[in-house]
């Protein structure tokens, strides 16, 4: 019997579910895997051989593709992961063959306040600790991939401050570079949410005196944050990211030439760290479907997605694939759209906007809940006029997937404290819509909670889309900024800083550069640029602060407002709570 979990925590659900769970051969046995696909990690997760699964399967028609996106969150999240579980596990009931893909969780938010990106109550995916906490090191090679090339910048700058020509090239087989210093584009990464590394100085002088390093200005991102996690997102096979590896820009030259990963010749060992890493990874959610598990990167600073090589192995195998992309329609929904299907080719057939009751009285004027501190008292009584003025923020993201041409279903993700009322005034406001809308309570009752949802979804892919990009790639990089902000988070136009001004005009005279894809960086927490504007802001426009050039992954990054890519640790973040039983081992206190 499972626990309920309005009694229990997640991980004391997801530790109880554990006892009976699958071994991974049967779990790869129900996506219809071979016992030669697999590569066990112990009992319980695997990695998938990804080559030898498309090669058997590359002439068997895809499955159904849904992706599971949301409203505007609040700082506490509306659960798209749960959903996603819950939905799975509703899909089984219903006798469909199914799978999931997700992102791998970050320590960041593990640590910090969010929790792990498992899913909750009773609908999860197990085992919850090493998923968490590492997983089958993924993120680890990323780092290494990552900090590798920022070691070959940092010697290299060294060394050509320290050498004349001939020296240089005798000793490194390299002729001068010539790297300007206050160009660098790349900085380091770690795994932590950390403040204190947004802005560093390295190099500084020590018993070793020039021989210590090149002074400079750095900064720390988030590992979720670098463009070799964005690489494994969208990379095909190992050729593709070996070719895309060397293309990384790290700095600009003092005649403001590109310096990439190929030029400083660290792209192919970059790689070497990475050929593990691109196998996909296996899990089970409590109730026993499969959940491929590949790349990790955030929505508000990076694509947001799981893996191409991981929808295009789920569909392969499963009737029905279920992804899922972080945060907003406006945020993880758009990339999802404009750059992920973009470049997969693969077409979805349904997209599910998840809403809370909590999140839709957030947007309609209820205080904003603080992560780390109680709820306010006024998310405990009915408020169906607050639940009705948040809809406008529902609705907006509806249009969102209707502008790509895709049937939205609406998943109202109960939570046991919802009134009848307030849901009534959800699904009479999303229906008015157009939306098709389900009420699903997974989180409480597993896959027999998301019937509903389940049926409905099967009954959306059904019907016809017409699949359309918002823009093509040919059109000049302003343009396609300003379609973004206008017709996806509704803002009345775009101002650019100086700095940005330049990036732009630089981007826009190199084909090259211009005919890449549009990655946005902006929060998740409003459709516009300042976190505090709930609901559907008017009356603003979108500041772009800087524009970032990822050549590998293939992606302008234009930042707005003032988001950064290392997030900060709160002041009462989750890694207070965790801990080990010394008896038996056990992690305890991972949500």
Known sequence: MALDPTKHLDWEIAEDAEKTMLTIYEVGEKLGLTKEELLPQGHYIAKIDFRAVMERLKDKPNGKYVDVTAISPTPL?????TCAMGLVQ?????????CAAIRQPSGGPTMNIKGSAAGGGLAQCIPLTPFSLGFTGDINA????????????TSRLQ?????????????SGMKRIDIDPTKVEMGWIMDFCCQALRNIIIGIDGVNGKADGFMMKSKFGIAVSSEVMAILSIATDLKDMRERMGKIVVAYTKKGKPVTTEDLQVAGAMTAWMVDALNPSLMQTIEGQPVIVHAGPFANIA???SSIIADKIGLKLGDYHVTESGFGADIGFEKFWNLKCRYSGLKPDCAVVVATIRALKCHGGAPVPVPGKPMPEEYA??????????????????????????????????????????????????????????LSRHWEHGGDGALEFANVVVEACEEASEFKFLYELDIPVKDRIEMVAKEVYGADGVDYSAEAEVALKRIQADPALAGMGLCMVKTHLSLSDNPALKGVPTGWRLTIREVLTYGGAGFIVPVAGAISLMPGTGSNPAFKRVDVDVETGKVQGVF
């Open 77 to 81: 999240g509306e659960g798209k992961s």
């Open 381 to 438: 009584s009915e408020n169906v006029e607050w639940v009705a003025a948040g809809c406008a923020n529902l609705i907006h993201h509806i249009r969102n997937v209707r502008k790509a041409g895709i049937s939205p279903v609406v998943c109202i993700n109960a939570f046991y404290t919802d009134t009848d009322a307030e849901i009534a005034k959800v699904r009479e406001l999303s229906e008015a819509e157009g939306a098709k809308v389900a």
């Open 303 to 305: 694509i947001g997605q």
């Open 159 to 171: 060394h050509e401050r320290n050498y004349t020509d001939e020296q240089l090239e005798r000793l």
């Open 142 to 153: 990323i780092m290494n991939a990552h900090n590798l090339a920022m070691v070959a910048l």
């Open 90 to 98: 509703g899909l089984g009931k219903i006798g469909k063959n199914v």
